[in-house]
């Protein structure tokens, strides 16, 4: 291999190595997203710490639900203690009277097999139970045994507060009343993401605004000192000039750290860890509906959680009520069992063979005497708490069709003022670029075009808090009802679970 040859091949060696450290130093690409209103909600409801939390609350209310239905089911379960040894010395009579203490080395253990139903209506238990028990004398060496073979058995309060009763009313409404708020808790983040959609949107703006200006300022100034040399503006319009570069860079840097305070907040809430900048694009697609007001409300009514909540509270503070009154008088409870027993010093399986029949009724009572007044006392504290929880049931209604009724007014308002707040904007960028081509060529002055400059700024503000109202009474009204009116379906779905 010739020298030049050799050189050539280090020099590509070289620059290969130079390459591949260059690559690997260099910094990964930044990841920017462009998104509109609908994506940053979409994303919310999708991967948000909010969306997470509100299925969590909707998963613990449906399990706390299926707990509330197995109340009324069949529960069999095996209970028992094995072993159940007791090393003591006792005191034993003996035969002329006296008392000696003689060791007791013995062993007890049972076995219990229960298929228990309750009865919701009546508030009824019946049960099936085998039994078994084995005794060990470890001094006598001796093994018995006794038991049930099987007993059925029913327990009947009477005259009393039936709580399962009163379950079987109340829980299934705080179930559906628990799916209905995780629909709310949608909308909910919904409107959350709104608000902070807007918060960056219009610190972005305001810094476009401020670095246009800035370029804009900057640009009439250089002209500015031209037209100052040549004798044409005085000196104050001048510093003016200069005042105005000065003002909107102060204002760009503060633009921008609003912007990336704003960019972050919005990250946080939707989730959006692995976007480095996002870009947001103006909602200005108004869509066309017209929400009638007794649709609004009636939806209202049958979608929300707070509707089923007036009927929970009312039930409650019944179901209040009936426990007060069932403890106030005569009360009872009635157990019967009947079943086979049977006992054998042999092996466990000769408890299964000739048992005797077994029977047990047993009615306890309880008959208040004299109590001073305290059960009437919580009858009557629960007949007035009723009729607070009625009266205030009637002005949440109220309230809760008012809060309605003026949603909708709000929202038709505001679908006006975009139209006029976007109109207004254009005017002012129009009168805006006017003035300042006039102010160019000398027929204004510097205050004119100042004017001009803030009506423009201003103009545009007002046009994003137009779009950011007018979004905000849109999630709002589909938050107070449960309602889409752009597609006329409803926002919550009965579903199993």
């Given at each position: ?272 860890t692995n976007i480095d900048s996002i870009y947001l694009t103006l909602p200005d697609k108004i869509p066309d509906i017209i929400v009638d007001e007794s649709i609004a409300i009636a939806e209202a009514r049958r979608n929300r959680p707070d509707a089923v ?19 106030t008088g005569f009360s009872a409870d009635l157990v019967a069992t009947y079943g086979l027993t049977n006992r054998t010093e ?152």
């Amino acid at each position: 291999m010739n020298k030049t040859n050799f050189f050539l091949l280090v020099l590509t060696g070289s620059l290969i190595c130079s390459l591949s450290l260059a690559a690997q130093n260099k910094p990964a690409q930044k990841v920017t997203a462009t998104l509109t209103l609908s994506d940053v909600i979409r994303l919310a409801k999708e991967q948000s710490i909010s969306s997470f939390s509100a299925s969590t609350r909707r998963e613990n209310f449906y399990w706390r639900y299926r707990v509330h239905q197995s109340n009324y089911n069949p529960q069999l379960y095996l209970a028992g203690s094995f072993p159940s040894f007791s090393r003591t010395y006792d005191e034993v009579r003996q035969e002329d009277g006296s008392y000696e203490f003689r060791a007791v080395n013995i062993n007890n253990s049972n076995l219990n097999l229960n298929l228990g139903q309750s009865i919701g209506l009546t508030g009824t238990s019946m049960f099936l139970t085998s039994r078994v028990n084995r005794f060990d004398n470890f001094d006598t060496h001796k093994n018995l045994y006794s038991g049930n073979p099987v007993s059925i058995g029913i327990e009947q309060p009477l005259f009393q507060y039936n709580a399962l009763r009163w379950d079987s009313k109340i829980e299934p409404l705080r179930y559906e009343a628990s799916k209905k708020q995780y629909a709310e808790d949608m909308e909910t983040i919904s409107l959350e993401t709104t608000r902070r959609f807007f918060n960056l949107l219009d610190a972005q703006i305001a810094f476009e605004i401020a670095t246009k200006n800035l370029a804009n300022n900057d640009t009439i100034y250089r002209i500015g000192e031209g037209r100052y040399n040549l004798g044409k503006i005085a000196e104050n319009d001048l510093l003016q000039l200069e005042l105005n570069v000065m003002t909107s860079r102060q204002e760009a840097a503060e633009a921008r750290v609003n912007m990336e305070a704003a960019t972050l907040r919005l990250k946080t809430y939707v989730g959006l860890t692995n976007i480095d900048s996002i870009y947001l694009t103006l909602p200005d697609k108004i869509p066309d509906i017209i929400v009638d007001e007794s649709i609004a409300i009636a939806e209202a009514r049958r979608n929300r959680p707070d509707a089923v909540n007036f009927d929970i509270n009312q039930l409650e503070a019944e179901r209040n009520l009936a426990q007060a009154r069932g403890q106030t008088g005569f009360s009872a409870d009635l157990v019967a069992t009947y079943g086979l027993t049977n006992r054998t010093e042999e092996a466990v399986t000769e408890l299964y063979r000739d048992p005797q029949s077994s029977q047990t009724l047993n009615i306890g009572f309880n008959i208040p005497i004299m109590d001073w007044g305290r059960q009437k006392s919580r009858t009557k504290t629960a007949e007035a708490n009723l009729k607070l929880v009625e009266y205030t049931i009637q002005q949440d209604q109220l309230n809760f069709d008012e809060e309605v009724y003026t949603q909708v007014n709000q929202f038709q308002m505001l679908h006006e003022q975009v139209a006029i707040g976007e109109r207004t904007d254009y005017v002012a960028n129009r009168r805006y670029e006017i003035t300042k081509n006039r102010y160019l060529i000398g027929k204004i002055s510097i205050t004119d075009l100042n004017l001009a400059l803030q009506a423009k700024d201003e103009a545009k503000r007002s046009y994003i808090n137009s779009l950011r109202s007018y979004w905000n009474a849109y999630f709002m009204l589909r938050q107070l009802t449960l309602y889409d009116f752009e597609k006329n379906q409803s926002l919550y779905v009965e579903d199993d679970k």
